[in-house]
C-alpha cells in the first residue's frame, strides 16, 4: 500500500523564523493531506492535494505537491507560538477509506 | 468541536480486562475509523465501518474488535488488555474525503 515518511519528527524554531517539512513516498501518490493535532488535542484535517505541482495557501501556511506526485511539503512563514503541535501527512486510498499516515513532524516555538 | 464525540475520555484498567469504547460519527456521516496513536507506533489506522458493515481491516489485534449499530454509532472492544494496550484511541468520520477526529480515548492499562 502507499506509504508516505516525515523526517525528522521534532524540529525546533524561533519565533518569527519560516518552517519548512516535507512528505515523501517511494510510489506516486493519488492524494496528500495534512492534518495538524495539537498537545492534548485530536488530529484536525488542514488541507487535500491531488493534482501534479498543487499550491494551496491558508494564511501563513503554504502547501504544494511535488510534480511527480511523490513528496508534498508545508511551509509555514513567520512561525508564531500557535502554530505549535504534530502536523501529519496522510494518503487515502479513495474517497471513504482509510488513511495511512506518516510518523508526524512535532514542531516547537520558541517565543 | 469535530462533532464527533467519544466516551470515555479516560479509562484506567488492568490487565487482562476488556474494556468498550464508544463513538458517534458526525450527523450524516456513514463512515467511521478506528486509529490507535501511540508515541512508538504514530496513528495506526484500525479497522473502518462503512453504513454498519466492515469495510477495511488494518493492523488490529485479534483480541480487538468493533462494531457499527443501526444509528451508525461504533464500539471499540479491547480484551485480555495488556500494558502494551496503553495508547489514545481516536475514532474518526468522515463524507468522503476529509476525516473529522474525536477528542479520543486514553487507555491507560496497569
Known amino acids: 500500500g502507499q506509504q508516505v515518511m516525515q523526517i525528522p519528527q521534532y524540529q525546533h524554531v524561533q519565533e518569527g523564523e519560516d518552517f519548512t517539512t516535507y512528505c515523501n513516498s517511494s510510489?506516486?501518490?493519488?492524494?496528500i493531506q495534512w492534518y495538524k493535532q495539537r498537545p492534548g488535542g485530536h488530529p484536525v484535517f488542514l488541507i487535500q492535494?491531488?493534482?501534479?505541482?498543487e499550491v494551496k495557501k491558508q494564511k501563513r501556511l503554504t502547501f504544494q505537491f511535488g510534480e511527480a506526485k511523490k513528496n508534498s511539503s508545508l511551509h509555514i512563514t513567520a512561525t508564531q507560538t500557535t502554530d505549535v503541535g504534530t502536523y501529519f501527512c496522510a494518503v487515502a486510498t479513495g474517497a471513504n477509506s482509510k488513511l495511512t499516515f506518516g510518523k508526524g513532524i512535532t514542531l516547537s516555538v520558541r517565543p | 468541536d469535530s462533532g464527533v464525540t467519544q466516551t470515555p475520555k479516560h479509562l484506567i484498567t488492568a490487565t487482562g480486562q476488556r474494556v468498550t469504547l464508544r463513538c458517534s460519527p458526525r450527523?450524516?456521516?456513514?463512515?467511521v475509523y478506528w486509529y490507535q496513536q501511540s508515541l512508538d507506533q504514530g496513528l495506526q489506522f484500525l479497522i473502518q465501518y462503512y453504513n454498519g458493515e466492515e469495510r477495511a481491516k488494518g493492523n488490529i489485534l485479534e483480541r480487538f474488535s468493533a462494531q457499527q449499530f443501526p444509528d451508525l454509532h461504533s464500539e471499540l472492544n479491547l480484551s485480555s488488555l495488556e500494558l502494551g494496550d496503553s495508547a489514545l484511541y481516536f475514532c474518526?468520520?468522515?463524507?468522503?474525503?476529509?476525516?473529522?477526529f474525536g477528542p479520543g480515548t486514553r487507555l491507560l492499562v496497569l
Open positions: 450527523s450524516g456521516d456513514l463512515s
Open positions: 510510489t506516486t501518490l493519488s492524494n
Open positions: 474518526a468520520s468522515s463524507d468522503g474525503w476529509t476525516q473529522y
Open positions: 492535494l491531488v493534482k501534479s505541482g
